[in-house]
């Protein structure tokens, strides 16, 4: 299967997060404040969107936010295609440091990207999460 990697409209994100990580919540749930900011990328396999994540860069820090894969992709490989795409990007345009907020049962995925703990746990919308944290050499 071809697949590409591209920056998408912010609406774009909207829809596959909403359609992934929160259906059952209202499409403004899934808006970011700084969205209108934020670098969106998305996966497309043979034309079809099925991964996106949005990456905001504030100096030589970079957060990832609202990674989603469409449930019939996942385990395909496709989302760590994106992720090592968005890390590399963020190091390009000049960040340190990228971090994100983990979902705890997806730590040991962000792990093979080089992403450690924090320490740092918090849980929202009755999901617990964990700050995840690389720095660039």
Request: net charge positive; charged share 30%.
């Amino acid at each position: 299967m071809e697949w590409t990697i591209a920056n998408i409209e912010k609406e774009q994100a909207w829809t596959m997060r909403h359609k992934v990580m929160w259906p059952n919540k209202s499409i403004e749930y899934i808006k970011l404040e700084d969205d209108s900011s934020g670098i969106h990328l998305g996966l497309f396999k043979s034309g079809k969107l099925i991964s996106v994540v949005s990456l905001f860069i504030d100096g030589e820090q970079a957060q990832f936010r609202k990674f989603a894969t469409t449930q019939e992709e996942q385990g395909k490989g496709y989302g760590s295609k994106l992720l090592r795409y968005a890390l590399e990007r963020a190091k390009e345009e000049g960040a340190c440091k990228v971090w994100c907020n983990a979902r705890t049962n997806k730590i040991h995925f962000y792990k093979k990207f080089g992403l450690c703990e924090t320490g740092k746990e918090f849980i929202k919308g009755g999901q617990s999460y964990i700050i995840m944290e690389k720095y660039f050499a």
